[in-house]
């Protein structure tokens, strides 16, 4: 067999670099998200958020005929709150209104924000919220959150603040296109959970009544029947948002108006807010019964 052809050993040469050469780098592994706090390094909110989150999951995890829900699933959250903020009416407040809203609302507010730094890592987030349900409160969702986090605002910023902020979120429901309108029942939700926090915030009793909470809290004690308030208004321009809820909150308008114009004029804390509500709501209780 004679020597290569020249051109063989050419192409011999050429590939000879790739042969040797050393593969390329592995790529940088993806930075590891925060470990969870261990429980011993909890924030007190981060520890009320975490009793709400072990409740939700061992819920879940029950056979589906012996879960609890709605309004008794809300009652499980508030109590397991209550235990584990083991006095603490702020922490209970800052973590269960956090802990059931999966707006965030709480903590995307910045004077709030520094509250629920390294609560929990994303991984618990995820399965808390996975898990959370749909506590209920009076058979509605959005009455647990609007009497939670307004009992939470109430806490940190003052039951005026709280006040301003429900009613600022619903005259913009009210103002939007596409919104749903100023509802008279949320506010009323709004306007209990900052009873609940100024019925705790009692010098003499305050202590002894988070036990209460802890022991036996049913949400229903707190908020009374409000299903036949006024729903759906809206400011908007006539024939702006026609359609079936449209229709329904102006052929109410007239009853609304009058509802509106007192609950200006009168202040919550001097019972002025639920005078106007049907004569259920004014039997609205100042402790659990």
Known sequence: MGPPAPAA???????????VQEP?????????????????????VGRVVAAVAAAALGNAALPEKERVAGDALLDLYV??????????ARSFLLGIGHAVDPTRSLEKTSLLSKHYAGVESE???????GAIGKPTLRGRNDHALHFLVSAAFAR????AAAETLGLSKEMMDAMKVKGSGLSFADLAADYAGIR???????????????????EGFRGAEFLPDVSGEVEGLTGRPRG???GARGGRARSRAARGRGARSECASSGFFEGGFFSILSSSSSEVPTAPV
């Open 79 to 88: 109590r397991a709150a209550a235990r584990a903020a083991a006095g603490d």
């Open 123 to 129: 991984e618990e987030r995820k399965a808390r919220l």
């Open 196 to 214: 609940f926090d100024a019925w705790l915030a009692d010098a003499k009793e305050g202590a002894a009544r988070l036990a209460r909470v802890a």
């Open 9 to 19: 050993l050419l192409a011999a040469l050429l590939a000879l670099p790739l042969l």
């Open 240 to 242: 702006a948002g026609r």
């Open 156 to 159: 940190a910023l003052g039951g």
């Open 24 to 44: 390329p780098p592995a790529p940088a592994p993806a930075p590891s998200p925060p470990p969870a706090p261990a429980p011993s390094e909890r924030t007190p």
